[in-house]
């Protein structure tokens, strides 16, 4: 049996805690412990971004600190921890930190079977170490106790969402249990899958993998390897390597390492030899290395030549397909690298070099003016020049952080670059950091606040329009002379003017902030 949340709650740090939501979820296993301490979810962003790589058995310690009077904050990070895998929060500091909890985060717990276990109110003496030292010592005792896992960990993958039950989710299960780096190779010894103990590892695996030889267990550098082959499709077609630091395998841990594999493979590796575009793709925006080239290798496209990203976003689902087919015929005719593939809810298009920043200008313009001929909406997200795949990933993330603030602050745009983001992101950057720098930033519009409709044209004049006095005037249906006198107005008002550097660039930002707060009160 492996260790249960009820059972530890028999352990003296807990003893007193009490289970106030979520008792439906207590029998869950537990492997690990660990502290959130950034609660509040907005900055936690992508933190948690291989979210299929999360099987269930990690418990949480807060405090909830930065969100202890924010209910629906609270609430929002229980439906988060949640879907990220975790299976319970332990909560400090209640009559401390946190007034009290409020019926909605119980009621939430509730509906997800996610236990909710709080710590004697009133004490801020508490400490987290006391928990996490005793779960701990809890947990390896238990696996010392018990060495027979492989059922455990087969009822654990069973039990999984469909989308989770994968091999790189069986991996980490079995290198958390076994705390062994754990490698799966083809019949020529490519690596396919590969989990590493600790996660930050710096084990060769490539090397270590052309090392290891031999089916028994022996040590090599200081570390116990071992080979096992495993059968899939009735034939020896996966060959299966594990490799342990400061202690050695056992023959025991190996033979059930090997017997979950080979049952896995056999009950759910239907597709595990299948290998398309798709994969490609997640592979390179989470920033997997080793999968994205032996993925590379098998599709023959050299992924260290992607240089280029478009986000590709459209909000009705079932136009998505349509954008997509349009799209791969239209930049097939332009690249030689390219990738088009649907990541959650965007289209990623991935190609190589060898167009200049205005080239790319251009082709997306006639891209998107193909597709609205077919009646499609789509905006562009354009990122140039990548370096590495980590640039790729990095550009993702910020992408789908800042895209409804950038939607917000540019809503006539539908072609949008990464100095677009980066602008919205130093926004954003001045918002959080609190009034007195708000103040400061909308300094400049102190003479216009009493003008709304001055400062209305001023934002369409300098983010919708680029200071275009026609194209203002069209997006505000007067007369093109009526944007001219308004601006001349404006500059009147403030004693500068707005359309020439570097003045302009003071206002144009405060412009944006101004956009940004409208729309947040507005929502």
Not at 326 to 343: I, S
Not at 398 to 409: I, N, R, S, V
Not at 422 to 430: D, H, L, Y
Request: net charge negative; aromatic share 8%; glycine share 4%.
């Amino acid at each position: 049996m492996s260790m249960e949340l009820k059972n530890l709650l028999k352990l003296p740090s807990l003893r007193e805690a009490e289970v106030i939501a979520g008792k439906n979820g207590l029998n869950k296993p537990v492997t690990s412990i660990s502290v959130l301490e950034q609660s509040n979810i907005d900055q936690l962003g992508k933190e948690l971004f291989n979210q299929e790589d999360k099987y269930g058995s990690e418990i949480v310690i807060s405090g909830l600190m930065a969100i202890a009077h924010d209910v629906k904050a609270q609430v929002k990070l229980i439906r988060h921890l949640q879907h990220e895998g975790e299976i319970g929060l332990i909560l400090y500091y209640v009559g401390v930190f946190i007034p009290e909890v409020d019926q909605r985060l119980i009621e939430v717990c509730d509906q997800l079977d996610f236990p909710l276990i709080v710590m004697p109110k009133g004490e801020p003496s508490l400490r987290y170490s006391e928990v996490i030292y005793e779960v701990v010592e809890a947990i390896i005792k238990q696996e010392m106790e018990e060495t027979s896992f492989s059922n455990q960990i087969l009822e654990q993958i069973s039990n999984l969402p469909t989308n989770q039950r994968n091999v790189d989710t069986m991996l980490q299960m079995l290198t958390d249990r076994t705390h062994s780096s754990i490698v799966l190779t083809d019949s020529r010894g490519q690596i396919i899958n590969a989990d590493t103990w600790p996660s930050m590892s710096t084990l060769d695996l490539s090397h270590r993998v052309e090392q290891t030889v031999d089916n028994n267990i022996q040590t090599i550098d200081s570390v116990s390897t071992v080979k096992r082959s495993i059968f899939h499709n009735g034939t020896e077609s996966i060959q299966l390597y594990m490799f342990k630091e400061t202690q050695p395998l056992t023959e025991n841990m190996v033979e059930q390492v090997a017997e979950v594999v080979q049952i896995f493979m056999n009950l759910w590796g239907q597709n595990y030899e299948a290998v398309n575009t798709q994969e490609l793709v997640k592979a390179i925006l989470n920033d997997e290395s080793l999968k994205m080239r032996r993925l590379g290798a098998i599709l023959h496209i050299d992924v260290e030549s992607i240089s280029n990203v478009w986000f590709v976003r459209v909000e009705d689902s079932a136009e998505r397909k349509f954008v997509m087919y349009h799209l791969k015929e239209e930049m097939k005719l332009r690249f030689n690298v390219l990738l088009v593939e649907l990541f959650e809810q965007t289209i990623v298009v991935l190609t190589g070099a060898g167009k200049t920043e205005e080239d790319f200008a251009a082709i997306a313009l006639e891209v998107l003016d193909r597709l609205q001929e077919e009646r499609l909406q789509p905006i562009i997200v354009q990122y140039l020049g990548m370096n590495t795949t980590t640039d790729v990933q990095a550009a993702y993330i910020k992408m789908e952080k800042y895209f409804e603030q950038a939607q917000f602050l540019y809503p006539r745009q539908q072609i949008f670059t990464q100095l677009h983001f980066q602008f919205v992101a130093e926004c954003e950057k001045i918002i959080a950091e609190g009034e007195r720098s708000i103040r400061q930033a909308l300094a400049p519009l102190q003479p216009l606040i009493q003008h709304e409709d001055l400062l209305d044209t001023l934002a369409v004049f300098l983010l919708d329009a680029q200071s275009h006095y026609v194209k203002a005037g069209e997006l505000l249906f007067v007369h093109m002379n009526t944007i001219k006198y308004r601006i001349k107005r404006i500059n009147e008002i403030v004693h500068y003017s707005v359309t020439k550097l570097p003045e302009s660039l003071t206002y144009y930002r405060a412009i944006a902030i101004w956009r940004l707060l409208k729309n947040t009160e507005e929502r």
